[in-house]
């Protein structure tokens, strides 16, 4: 990791960049005083049995990120948070990419914000696909690919929709070589038993790891995604990012939640528990070729024929999966997110109808 210079990596426009600064910048948490620095309505809102709505919120989050931090023992000082994990994306595009001019590298299949918000953003989006055995880089024509405009390479794991984790040894090859940035995607990483790279954070000033409460905190309603990454690189994020991007309920809500660990815990048990007995369960179901091992809360199934039609079953049952057929590598596969027990039941019960009724025919 010698040639990488984070300065030379940001588009020039945000390098000169005077950021907003936002009346709450700068007096956030100031208590007794008198606040006539926002246009805020002082008297409240048509809510004000409820309080403090009528007041901008903390454009910097830095209780939640404290928080956080502690969680995931890191610095607060290294987190950014995000309306969801895709306004990081979002940004990173911004902050690192020429449109027409950079590119970034991904590996489908996986997650497809990566590719639309490139093309959004008028970013290439080049594709090397994951390694048709086990769903792994391609480090050979990862290489071949990387020219000065490579700017941006996303890598999901465990990643969507394939379940699986990606190995350590590559990530890390691959990021110590790479001169730009690396976004690697834990959304899903407390489902796994591999640890997280945040615990390396220092060692790879290139990298900026994905992580969210949408998935196993299951607060996707609240849309907060979590970027960690070196000092600097948040310094960027937070200069760029729209001044008060996560909403006072937001933050508020999500306090309340970080402070019930056992809970979290208690849920992420039941998850993993859930998984393993739906991937028991339908191995043993004459259509269903292959359940991929999974990492997430999410298992990929390949039935032995035209998934569309179990799909469509599954949908009559008001059952909703993911048909994931058409995605590259994924043919005649459904995405099955873990549900509760008595939801997962029912699903297998149905799919071993929908198998029988099959074998009839
Ligand atoms: C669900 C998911 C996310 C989370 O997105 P949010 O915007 O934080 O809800 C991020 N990455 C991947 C790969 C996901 O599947």
Same mark, same amino acid.
């Given at each position: 990791?010698?040639?990488?210079?984070?300065?030379?990596?940001?588009?020039?426009?945000?390098?000169?960049?005077?950021?907003?600064?936002?009346?709450?910048?700068?007096?956030?948490?100031?208590?007794?005083?008198?606040?006539?620095?926002?246009?805020?309505?002082?008297?409240?809102?048509?809510?004000?049995?409820?309080?403090?709505?009528?007041?901008?919120?903390?454009?910097?989050?830095?209780?939640?990120?404290?928080?956080?931090?502690?969680?995931?023992?890191?610095?607060?000082?290294?987190?950014?948070?995000?309306?969801?994990?895709?306004?990081?994306?979002?940004?990173?595009?911004?902050?690192?990419?020429?449109?027409?001019?950079?590119?970034?590298?991904?590996?489908?299949?996986?997650?497809?914000?990566?590719?639309?918000?490139?093309?959004?953003?008028?970013?290439?989006?080049?594709?090397?696909?994951?390694?048709?055995?086990?769903?792994? %880089?391609?480090?050979?024509?990862?290489?071949?690919?990387?020219?000065?405009?490579?700017?941006?390479?996303?890598?999901?794991?465990?990643?969507?929709?394939?379940?699986?984790?990606?190995?350590?040894?590559?990530?890390?090859?691959?990021?110590?070589?790479?001169?730009?940035?690396?976004?690697?995607?834990?959304?899903?990483?407390?489902?796994?038993?591999?640890?997280?790279?945040?615990?390396?954070?220092?060692?790879?000033?290139?990298?900026?790891?994905?992580?969210?409460?949408?998935?196993?905190?299951?607060?996707?309603?609240?849309?907060?995604?979590?970027?960690?990454?070196?000092?600097?690189?948040?310094?960027?994020?937070?200069?760029?990012?729209?001044?008060?991007?996560?909403?006072?309920?937001?933050?508020?809500?999500?306090?309340?939640?970080?402070?019930?660990?056992?809970?979290?815990?208690?849920?992420?048990?039941?998850? %993993?528990?859930?998984?393993?007995?739906?991937?028991?369960?339908?191995?043993?179901?004459?259509?269903?070729?292959?359940?991929?091992?999974?990492?997430?809360?999410?298992?990929?199934?390949?039935?032995?024929?035209?998934?569309?039609?179990?799909?469509?079953?599954?949908?009559?049952?008001?059952?909703?999966?993911?048909?994931?057929?058409?995605?590259?590598?994924?043919?005649?596969?459904?995405?099955?997110?873990?549900?509760?027990?008595?939801?997962?039941?029912?699903?297998?019960?149905?799919?071993?109808?929908?198998?029988?009724?099959?074998?009839?025919?």
């Amino acid at each position: 990791m010698n040639k990488f210079n984070l300065n030379s990596l940001i588009r020039e426009n945000i390098l000169s960049l005077d950021p907003y600064v936002s009346a709450r910048t700068e007096h956030h948490k100031e208590k007794n005083s008198i606040f006539l620095d926002a246009n805020e309505n002082s008297f409240g809102s048509p809510l004000s049995f409820l309080n403090s709505y009528n007041r901008y919120p903390d454009p910097l989050q830095k209780e939640l990120k404290e928080k956080i931090a502690d969680f995931k023992n890191v610095s607060p000082s290294q987190i950014f948070l995000g309306n969801g994990s895709d306004e990081i994306i979002d940004l990173v595009y911004r902050i690192f990419s020429r449109p027409k001019v950079d590119h970034a590298i991904i590996f489908p299949p996986t997650y497809g914000m990566y590719e639309v918000s490139g093309k959004i953003h008028e970013v290439d989006v080049i594709k090397i696909f994951l390694t048709e055995e086990y769903y792994q %880089l391609n480090l050979d024509k990862i290489e071949k690919v990387l020219n000065p405009n490579s700017k941006i390479i996303f890598i999901c794991s465990p990643n969507n929709p394939t379940g699986n984790d990606i190995k350590r040894e590559d990530i890390e090859e691959i990021t110590k070589k790479f001169t730009g940035i690396v976004v690697l995607d834990e959304a899903y990483i407390d489902f796994s038993n591999k640890k997280s790279l945040s615990m390396e954070i220092d060692k790879y000033p290139n990298l900026i790891i994905l992580q969210t409460l949408s998935k196993s905190w299951g607060l996707a309603g609240l849309r907060i995604g979590i970027a960690i990454a070196s000092e600097s690189i948040i310094r960027w994020m937070n200069k760029v990012k729209y001044p008060y991007n996560i909403s006072f309920l937001s933050q508020k809500i999500a306090l309340k939640a970080l402070e019930n660990r056992d809970l979290f815990f208690f849920h992420l048990k039941n998850i %993993l528990a859930e998984r393993e007995y739906i991937q028991k369960s339908l191995i043993k179901i004459p259509i269903i070729q292959k359940v991929y091992p999974s990492s997430a809360n999410f298992l990929l199934a390949k039935i032995n024929f035209s998934s569309k039609n179990l799909y469509q079953y599954l949908m009559r049952k008001k059952i909703f999966v993911r048909d994931r057929s058409k995605i590259i590598l994924c043919k005649n596969c459904l995405r099955i997110t873990v549900g509760t027990h008595e939801e997962n039941e029912y699903l297998i019960d149905q799919i071993r109808k929908y198998s029988i009724q099959k074998r009839e025919i």
